[in-house]
């Protein structure tokens, strides 16, 4: 339920690239198989009204609805419940870094996400739909409720009109499209080998991208099967489960990996199992947040690396082109914002009047049997059927015109 001042117990938790490394913004990364059973335990441990988790390459952050103070001693309670294998260094370290956002700062916040304004690169369609797909898992977990719902379906709304009515997204420059154009330059032939780990969304789009390009030789890995297959079959490619990719034998120019893994999936000795003893120059799109290439790899072999924290040097070079279209988008953030402000005070109404059906229906019960009782027994079936459909009219007008008058007077209000 909405209640009287309801923006006040929406609070933002967030890490993105301005305040913390990739590397440790993937710690908290939560695998999707774990997610339901640590988060839905943390919601009921810390009291919280509502939740949703968004994760991405870049960034992870916490939407919640509660009446307690977010603060410091919060969020370390917070951190301490849902990653127990931190030590106290780190549950301090991300107490310490998390922004946080709260009221009519959340809302600002996540439109600014959704607008791809706050993003690490600027203009990123790809984030309208991981908020999207993170809210309908949260929603499927049962963590969030009404407050978070109507912020979403706001915040997509707005988000549509953003990337309409602005050019913010005209020059593409997302993690997919850096990334493929960093592999063009390098004049890499269409017949490279290419090995797909990790069939996600980021991956998917990756792959088909190359092959709307002309490359044509991919092998998938995925921790689930079925999704390689999915996805090698639009490839005309080949699919294996992660675990067979230590025992692959048939070589590759290039890797592309992007997975939800919490430790890195190509190890140095898995890496030179791939080589073949081939120890020509390959290239690896690393992507992932850890990233899944081990360090070592880079340092020990011939590794063209391509990765977040490179791609996110690229994309400084674009902020300059799309700076004009900013001041567009914050106007509309703006106007938004106060849309937001009105659809809560709207929402809180209709839920202040969603007893007035059963009180009328109380009413229209006590007097049909109990206070004219008698004076309705003595009348034809006729007159009986007048009365039901005068007081049914009535029953109706008196559920919908408090709400109406309700709306009416909130919005003269508003325009005082």
């Known amino acids: 339920m909405i209640e009287k001042n309801n923006i006040d117990s929406l609070h933002i938790v967030a890490f993105t690239h301005r305040n913390l490394s990739v590397n440790d913004i993937g710690k908290l990364h939560i695998e999707e198989c774990n997610q339901k059973e640590r988060l839905s335990f943390l919601k009921d441990k810390m009291g919280l009204k509502e939740l949703m988790f968004l994760s991405t390459c870049n960034r992870v952050e916490f939407v919640l609805v509660t009446d307690t103070n977010v603060d410091i001693e919060f969020l370390n309670s917070y951190f301490h419940e849902l990653y127990p294998s931190f030590n106290e260094a780190e549950t301090n ?31 990123e369609r790809e984030i309208i739909s991981q908020v999207r797909e993170a809210f309908e898992s949260s929603h499927k977990m049962k963590l969030t409720g009404d407050l978070i719902r109507i912020l979403l379906r706001h915040t997509i709304e707005t988000a549509k009109k953003v990337y309409t009515q602005t050019g913010i997204a005209q020059k593409p420059v997302s993690v997919v499209s850096l990334a493929y154009h960093k592999l063009r330059a390098l004049n890499i032939p269409l017949d490279a080998r290419i090995l797909i780990i990790g069939a996600g969304v980021t991956n998917t789009n990756m792959s088909r991208f190359l092959k709307k390009h002309g490359f044509t030789n991919f092998t998938v890995f995925n921790r689930t099967l079925k999704k390689a297959e999915k996805l090698a079959g639009t490839l005309n490619g080949s699919a294996h489960p992660l675990p067979m990719l230590k025992k692959f034998n048939k070589g590759f120019d290039i890797i592309i990996t992007c997975t939800g893994s919490e430790d890195h999936i190509i190890t140095p000795k898995i890496y030179r199992q791939l080589l073949q003893g081939d120890e020509s120059k390959k290239v690896v799109i690393d992507i992932a947040i850890p990233q899944d290439l081990h360090p070592e790899i880079i340092s020990s072999h011939k590794v063209i690396h391509i990765s977040v924290n490179l791609l996110q040097q690229i994309s400084n070079d674009n902020l300059l082109a799309r700076s004009n279209e900013v001041q567009h988008v914050e106007e509309i953030i703006s106007d938004a914002m106060k849309e937001f402000h009105h659809i809560c005070q709207v929402r809180s109404v209709e839920l202040a009047m969603r007893e007035v059906p059963n009180t009328v229906k109380e009413i229209r019960a006590t007097a049909m049997t109990e206070i004219f009782k008698d004076e309705l027994s003595q009348m034809d079936e006729a007159s009986l059927e007048t009365i039901e459909k005068i007081v049914g009219y009535m029953e109706k007008k008196y559920m919908s015109i408090p709400m109406l008058m309700a709306k009416e007077i909130l919005l003269k209000k508003q325009s005082l």
Do not use: N, P, R, T
Not at 97 to 115: F, T
């Open 93 to 123: 370290l991300f107490s310490a870094k998390g922004s946080v956002y709260s009221g009519i700062d959340a809302v600002e916040h996540l439109l600014s996400v959704a607008s791809s304004v706050d993003s690490m690169i600027v203009g």
